[in-house]
């Protein structure tokens, strides 16, 4: 059984430019959620997605945005790059079950600006 | 709002030594709780998980219990190896996201 699985593994681009970061859920998982992580930090809630909608938002600007897709995998764009940008960007999946979910990480992109 | 606030590190011990990772919680209602670790170059595993006051998780001899009136959830274990030198996360969640800490870093040294 796949578990999360993020591409690419690093990326590398200038400030002003945009990317694209792609995540494919654990079998049986319908909502992905992404995170922010900066060097020697926790993780930060971007977006979650559910059912192809962004369910809750983080305190991030309107330059991420995200999108679902009917196989429950998902992207997430970031436009118009800043230094401050540069991080891992964690994907993590999770179902529902009763009143809990426990979400499930990938191994994450390594985004550096320039 | 939520918060979690867990012990700075970075936190060295010697191989079998005893270990406690403190972490305490700030939220309205009662969140799930949750431990996740952190390799070098990797991204975050679930460690272990608690749902409701008094529940105690567990997992590769790592324990958990979720006390709601301290609203503390310390990571402990009894004799540490050099393979559990990692970041340790505490994290809640109350609305769906995971609120984390800042992370403790532990070395264990032969």
């Known amino acids: 059984d796949a578990g999360v699985t993020q591409s690419p593994t690093h990326l590398i681009k200038t400030r002003g430019q945009q990317v694209t970061l792609r995540c494919s859920p654990k079998s049986g998982h319908d909502t992905v959620s992404w995170y922010q992580q900066a060097l020697g930090q926790g993780p930060q809630f971007i977006f979650q997605y559910y059912e192809e909608e962004e369910r809750q938002r983080g305190n991030f600007p309107d330059r991420f945005s995200g999108h679902q897709f009917p196989n429950y995998s998902s992207e997430l764009n970031v436009n118009a790059l800043l230094l401050g940008d540069s991080a891992l960007y964690l994907c993590?999946?999770?179902?529902?079950?009763?009143?809990?979910?426990?979400?499930?990480f990938g191994p994450g992109t390594r985004l550096t600006v320039l | 709002g939520d918060s979690v606030t867990q012990m700075e590190g970075p936190v060295t011990l010697s191989e079998e030594a005893f270990l406690t990772i403190n972490c305490t919680y700030t939220a309205t209602g009662y969140p799930s709780l949750f431990w996740y670790v952190q390799y070098p170059g990797e991204g975050l595993q679930l460690l272990l998980k608690?749902?409701?006051?008094?529940d105690k998780g567990s997992n590769k001899g790592f324990e958990a219990t979720y006390r709601k009136e301290t609203t503390s959830f310390h990571l402990e274990k009894g004799s540490v190896q050099v393979s559990d030198s990692a970041v340790y996360f505490c994290a809640g969640r109350s609305t769906g996201k995971l609120i984390f800490g800042q992370g403790t870093t532990l070395q264990v040294k032969p």
């Open positions: 993590a999946s999770s179902r529902v079950e009763g009143h809990t979910d426990t979400q499930y």
């Open positions: 608690a749902t409701k006051a008094d």
